[in-house]
Nanobody, 126 residues
Framework: QVQLVESGGGLAQTGGSLTLSCAASGRTSGNIVMAWFRQAPGKEREFVAAINWSHRRTYYQDSVKGRYTITRDNAKIMVYLQMNSLKPEDTATYYC???????????????????WGQGTQVTVSS
């Protein structure tokens, strides 16, 4: 079992920044991937960013490249998503997710992830 708890969401202005945190417990070492997804009202859940826990290799959705940074703290068992230059279209509920390590495009597929947090709301005003 893995438990994930997100925090750090809130309201930001266009061009502003927010940092999301995901506290993980349970199987949080070894060959795993941690990721962030987001879901806006009426839309499907979409991949945002992922990090391979062992190798720290990162992956990003094209629309957030250069603006978002995913990192992890092995000692604290935390995953972070630093979001800069926020846009109104970034407004969504953001979810932390866990999966056994994988490579390729499957890393961007929600169904590939076993455990999810409850989500944290991010709202960007124009």
């Amino acid at each position: 079992q893995v438990q994930l708890v997100e925090s750090g969401g809130g309201l930001a202005q266009t061009g502003g920044s927010l940092t999301l945190s995901c506290a993980a417990s349970g199987r949080t070492s070894g060959n795993i991937v941690m990721a962030w997804f987001r879901q806006a009202p009426g839309k499907e859940r979409e991949f945002v960013a992922a990090i391979n826990w062992s190798h720290r290799r990162t992956y990003y959705q094209d629309s957030v490249k250069g603006r978002y940074t995913i990192t992890r703290d092995n000692a604290k068992i935390m995953v972070y998503l630093q979001m800069n230059s926020l846009k109104p279209e970034d407004t969504a509920t953001y979810y932390c997710a866990w999966a056994p390590a994988m490579i390729g495009e499957v890393i961007k597929v929600p169904r590939a992830y076993t455990y999810w947090g409850q989500g944290t709301q991010v709202t960007v005003s124009s």
